[in-house]
C-alpha cells in the first residue's frame, strides 16, 4: 500500500459537518475545501453532477461529509510521494466520478482508506455517509494484519473479502480498480522491488480484472502503468515507435475515415466514425502473441464505427467491405459471440488503396459504453440517455458467472499461495466460445473439456454426462475443446447404469466450477453411504432392524446428544465413517435402556464458547483452524453444522466479531484422519461468507 504514517499522533475522528459546509451547499458555487488539507472536491462533484444531473441534495451533501471525514481522519498522513494523504482519496473519486458513478460510490471512494488506515469505523461512516457507501468501503477495506499470518495469506484473505463484497455489489471493485490505477501512477514513490510487486500483482490480478468487468480504458491505463515499471526501456521504446508512426499513418487513417463516411452516408447508414490508437502494452503484448515486429503490427492505428442498431452493425460492415478490401479469416463476430459475456463488436481487418492495412470496429453506442466502461456504464448511463442508455439493472452475479467461479475456485484452496495461483490461473486463461446444439453461446476458458461444458450448462447435466458429439462426432467427456465447437451432451439418468461423477473426472475437468459441483456430489454421496452403512453396523451391534427402529431412533437421539451429535443421523454417520466405534454407541444404548431417563445432552454456553461434554474417542487427528468471514446472523451455527454435516467433531468454538465486520472462529474439531480433516477444511470454506479458512495452532 502507498501510504507512510506521520509521526503526528493525534488520533483522527468522524467530525461534525463544520461550518465550511454552507459554503460548498451549491456544488457549482466556487471551489469546495478540504477542511485541513484545502483540496478542493468541486471538480468531482462536477463530473458527478455533469453524469447525474438528478443527483438529489442529500446525496451531494454525503459526498460532502465524506469529503470532510476523509480530510480530517488523515490530515496526520502523508503518502509516499510527501503529499497529503488525501491527494489519493481524492484522486480516486475523481476517477470513479468520471467513470460515471453515482454518489454512493463517489462518496465511498472519498473514505475507501479511512477504515483501513484511521480510527474511524464502519459504523460511524455509515450514520455519517449512508450504509450503503460504509458498506461499500468495508469491501475494499483489506483485513487487519494477522501477526501470525504470512504475506501471502494476508494478501489472499484480503483479496477474497474483495471478491466476496463484490458478488453483493460490483461498485466495490470499480472503487478498488481506481483505487489501484491511481497507486500505479504515483508507484514512482516507492522503493524499486516494492514498485515491482504492486507493478507484477497489477498484470496478473486487477488488469485481467478490469478486462472481465469490460471496463477496458481502466484496463489499458492499469497495464501501461505497469508495463512502464516492470519494463521501463520496452515501454520507451514501443511508446517512441507509435509516435513516430503516428503522423503519416493518422495522415491515412484521416482520409480513411472521410472515406467510410462518405460511403456510410450514401447507404443511408447514420455512423459515426472515429479513430483510434492502440496502447503501449497492447502493442507490446501483440508483438509478443504473434511474434512479429513492430511494423507489422496491423492495428496500430483503426477505424471504429458506432451505429444506432446491430442490424445496421451488419449493413456498416458491407459498406467498408466495399469501400475497402477485407483481409480473409481476419472477420470476428463478437456481436453474435460475445466475449465473457460482455463485450459486443464486429471486427474486421481491411486494406485501403494504398496497401495500408487496419482494423476497423463495429458496434452500436450501447455496446460501446458496454465496451469502454463494462458494469460501470450503467452508472453512467442510467441518469443521461443520450446516445447510450446503459443495461437497465445494475449488473448482478448472474451477469458475471466468472466472479461466482472465481470464489469457487478460491474457496477450495485453503492454502493461501494455491489461492492466489487459481486466481492468477483462472483470470490469465483465454477464452473460446463454443456452442450448443441450438447455437446458443457457451464462453469456456481455453483448454476446457466436453466436460466442463456440460457442468457449465447445468450441474446435473455435468453429473449425468456420459458422452458427447462435438461437431456430430461421437466423442468421451473428457475430450479438449476449441473455439466454435458445437457440442451435445448425452445424458443417462441411471436407469440402468452407473453414471454420475467419479473421483477421475477432477482429472477431466479445467474450470472451478465443475470441480466444485464434482466434489460436491462425491462428498454427498459418501455421506449417503455413511448413513446408510453406520445404521446398518448399530442396528446390527444391538440385534434389531432398523425398518422397525423407531424406538431405536429416539433411543439414538438421546444417545446422540451424549457424544456431542444434534441428532440419531449425524451420530449414525460418525458411526459408518468410523469417527465413534460401533461398540460405545451399542453400550450406551445398553446404559440407557437401564437407567432412565439418560445423561444430558450436549449443553449450549452461549456464543462465545460452545463445548461438547463427552466429545467422542479421538483417533484421528485434531483439526485446529481460524475461519474468517464477513459477520451475519446465523454464521456460527452454519459453520458447526457444516463441520458436524462433514463428520466432524466440533470439542471448541471461540468467536468474535471485530468493528471491521470480521467474524474469527476459531474451531477445533476431531476427524477421522488427514483427508477426513481436509475435507472440513473444504466445506468450511464455502460457508457463505467465508473468506480465509486457516491453521491455528492450539
Ligand atoms: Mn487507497
Known sequence: ?????????????????????????????????GPVSGLDLSPVLAALLAHHPDVRPDELERVMTAFDIADVAHAPQRRATGEPYMVHPLAVAAEVADLGMDADTVAAALCHDVVEDTPVTVEALADAIGPVAARLVDGVTKLDEVADASKSARVAGSLRKLLVAATTDVRV????????????????????????????????????????????????????????????????????????????????????????????????????VTGRQKTVYSAYRKMQVRQVPFADIADLIGLRVIVDTPAECYAALGVLHAVFTPVPARFRDYIALPKWGQYRSL??????????????????????????????????????????????????????????????????????????????????????????PRGDVVPLPA???????????????????????????????????????RVEVITDTGQGGLPGPRTEWLDLVTTARAAHAIRARLALRHREDALEHGWAEIARAVERDVPEGSELNEALAVVAGTFGYVDADALAMAVGEGHVPTSRVAARLRNQESS?????????????????????????????????????????????????????????????????????????????????????????????????VCDAHP
Not at 9 to 23: D, F
Not at 449 to 462: C, I, K
Open 1 to 33: 500500500m502507498v501510504t507512510s504514517v506521520s509521526a503526528d499522533p493525534t488520533p483522527a475522528t468522524a467530525p461534525e459537518s463544520g461550518p465550511r459546509k454552507q459554503a460548498c451547499d451549491g456544488a457549482d458555487a466556487g471551489p469546495c475545501l
Open 347 to 436: 471486427h474486421t481487418t481491411v486494406i485501403d488503396r494504398d496497401g495500408v492495412t487496419f482494423e476497423a470496429q463495429v458496434r452500436t453506442w450501447q455496446m460501446h459504453a458496454q465496451a469502454e466502461f463494462g458494469v460501470a456504464a450503467h452508472w453512467k448511463y442510467k441518469a443521461n440517455a443520450v446516445g447510450a442508455p446503459g443495461p437497465g439493472h445494475p449488473p448482478m452475479v448472474g451477469d458475471l458467472p466468472w466472479l461466482a467461479d472465481l470464489l469457487a475456485a478460491g474457496a477450495a484452496e485453503a492454502d493461501p499461495d494455491e489461492f492466489l495461483n487459481a486466481l492468477r490461473r483462472d483470470l490469465g486463461a483465454g477464452e473460446i466460445v463454443t456452442l450448443t
Open 447 to 485: 483448454g476446457a473439456t466436453a466436460l466442463d461444458f456440460a457442468y457449465r450448462v447445468h450441474t446435473e447435466v455435468g453429473h449425468s454426462a456420459v458422452a458427447v458429439r462435438v461437431n456430430g462426432r461421437l466423442r468421451t467427456v473428457g475430450v479438449t475443446l476449441v473455439a466454435g465447437d
Open 596 to 692: 432412565e431417563p439418560g445423561e444430558q445432552p450436549g449443553e449450549q454456553l452461549g456464543d462465545e464458547h460452545v463445548v461438547a461434554p463427552d466429545a467422542p474417542v479421538k483417533e484421528g487427528p485434531l483439526l485446529a483452524v481460524r475461519v474468517e468471514a464477513l459477520d451475519r446472523r446465523g454464521l456460527l451455527a452454519g459453520v458447526c453444522d457444516v463441520v458436524t454435516g462433514a463428520g466432524g467433531d466440533v470439542l471448541e468454538v471461540h468467536a468474535a466479531a471485530g468493528q471491521d465486520r470480521v467474524a474469527r472462529v476459531g474451531l477445533v474439531v476431531a476427524a477421522a484422519d488427514s483427508s477426513h480433516a481436509a475435507r472440513i477444511r473444504v466445506a468450511l470454506a464455502q460457508v457463505e461468507g467465508v473468506f480465509s
Open 173 to 272: 471493485l470499480v472503487i478498488k480498480l481506481a483505487d489501484r490505477l491511481h497507486n500505479m501512477r504515483t508507484v514512482g514513490a516507492l522503493p524499486p522491488q516494492k514498485q515491482v510487486r504492486v507493478a507484477t500483482e497489477t498484470l496478473e490480478v486487477y488488469a485481467p480484472l478490469a478486462h472481465r468487468l469490460g471496463m477496458s480504458e481502466t484496463k489499458a491505463a492499469l497495464e501501461d502503468a505497469a508495463f512502464l515499471v516492470l519494463e521501463p526501456d520496452k515501454a520507451h521504446e514501443i511508446a517512441a515507435l507509435i509516435a513516430q508512426a503516428a503522423p503519416s499513418s493518422m495522415a491515412r487513417l484521416d482520409r480513411a475515415i472521410a472515406e467510410a463516411n462518405a460511403a456510410l452516408a450514401t447507404a443511408g447508414l447514420n455512423a459515426h
